[in-house]
């Protein structure tokens, strides 16, 4: 398989046909995907994606299911290491570093590289603990008073300070689920990193849970590069700059997200946001 | 007009056949329902019926070893026969013949019996143990040399069998061996208010013996404990790491795969091969003593591992992925979220896993016989290395000996085994109540 991916390799970093063209690289780009393959086993779930996402930007994939939106952001912080029979190929930097490169370090790369996932998943653990267990283990903090703060401009930023403050050694879990998902944020904010990942944040979400995140993602914008994958086109048209499309592993278009919503250049595209499959 | 109500009673009249045919349908649904539950109900009566009959009879039987008849007798220390030079030296003292002390006391009881097969037989109502209780109040008191004293001293195997109603006395003479003299003796005890039955003790606090009477099970209930100890440190800490390496850092492919299924392969092992594994290693390789517990741990410990490996790979996986992702999503390290937020989560079915395992260890008698446990010890071992013997060992010695005395002793030992075995279960649940978390 090995063989595989190296001729993939090689055909794409030949100027391909590929729609979007890396996507228009831009001068702020953050994340440079080129290339990218994921196998699961025998199983081809990505081909070739070339993308760029810029910095300070919220970026939506999205695209009908199983179609490798989800598969692509765990390649960013390299999450799909963990299953045993995933192969990924190509190449993907941030900042210009390549984040496959054997030599750098996994955990280094977890710690800028952010993520929220689809079900809130606190740890069962205080508030508190849930917060600050990141910035613990990095050694981020020298003494408690640096962690407390932490703690709470993390909780400040993902605008939960307010309901939680008096029951910080609560158990995160007794949150209602709109306060997990945002303590997830705290947490993933806790280690200060430079790209935030969302693999459908609001997916378990009721309308007002996910109003107040969506206000959230538009906040921390300005600080964080963030990539989102959302089953939801009104929602990527709410919080994105840019949206990429996915069909059946292949990155179909990727432009600004007004552009795309209004006038899309592939029939694909067009066809999934009036709503014809997907 | 007539087809149209033809073909009306026709719709209907197949309406109604389907009525039917669905309804007898719910019908034997529901009956089908009903005997599965009678069944169900039918098996776990007929489960319990045997589990209360096997209690029942036990208990019926090993209730009677928790007391024991005790005959009360005016002792004359005799200075003449315990220390005739008067020099009051311990090793004097710990050589006198105390037996005859308590003999000539309980024949002075009955100064009519004068002949010498009777005045023989009177001393052995007494249990022979009664020598050392004697010689124990004159070590630790040396002036009682010389006075009198009134001392409940134990009654023999026979006495007590019979004051616990195990010979009918009208049964003929011949056929009983509690003779008629006997029961004349026992009788006028009695009445005198000498005879009486107490808590006993000693089986609480003694080693086996030859003499049901003075048979205990502490010499075996330490010895468990020194075996369990050996097996708990060993099984443990070697189980659960492997079941952490194998579940969430060993790669997936043949050679764990292979591992996997001989795991599982060896929890099926019957335990006298590792008895078996543990003769020809432990003792015929290695050279470690035999009959004691550090081996029999060890070789518990083998038969333990695949139990503890394969709880724990459970309750691991049972972990939700969800928290491996948060965990790994922060930048946690694979160790770090395993030893962070899995092993936690995991604790309480690795501790309940565990606690069944040594239970089952605890039960175990087959292995420990090829490891010469089975050996008879008076001696309650006070270490790992000294030669022992453990509680289900100790019931199938005692269950082989032909004294009736013993059969209780016996239902006795089983009932304190089980009584250890609901308390370790206990704990089990109570440890898997407490840690338990959810989310």
Redesign the interface.
Known sequence: MDQVLVERQADTAAPGGMAGDAGDPRENTKIAARGVDVFYGEKQALFGVNLDIGENQVTALIGPSGCGKSTFLRCL?R?ND?I?ICRVGGKITIDGEDIYDPSLDV??L??RV????Q?P????KSIYDNIA??PR??GIVANKTELDEIVYTSLTKAGLLKEVEDRLDEPG?GLSGGQQQRL?IA??I??SPEVILMDEPCSALDPIATARIEELIDELRERYTIVIVTHSMQQAARVSQRTAFFHLGNLVEVGDTEQMFTNPRDERTQGYITGRYG | MTDISRSATLASGSRTVMNDTAERQIRRRYSAEKRFRIYGIAAIVLALAALLWLLVSIGATGYKAFVQTTIQVEVFFDPQMIDPEGTRKAETLARADYAALYKQAIRDRFPNETDRRARRDLGRLISSGADLTLRDIVLSDPSVIGSRQKLWLLADDEVDQFAKGAFDRKKPESERPFKDRDIAWFDALKAAGDLRTEFNWPFFTSGTSREPELAGIWGAIVGSFWTMLVTLLLSFPVGVAAAIYLEEFAPKNRWTDLIEVNINNLAAVPSIVFGLLGLAVFLNFFGLPRSAPLVGGMVLALMTLPTIIIATRAALRAVPPSIREAALGVGASRQQMVMHHVLPLALPGVLTGTIIGMARALGETAPLLMIGMVAFIVDVPHGPLSASTVLPVQIFLWSDLPERGFVEKTSAAILVLLAFLVFMNAVAVFLRKKFERRW
Do not use: E, L, S
């Open positions: 912080n999450m963990v045993d955990v280094q977890r710690a952010g993520m929220v996932f079900k998943n606190p740890f069962p267990y990141g283990i990095h879990t997830c947490r993933a806790a280690v």
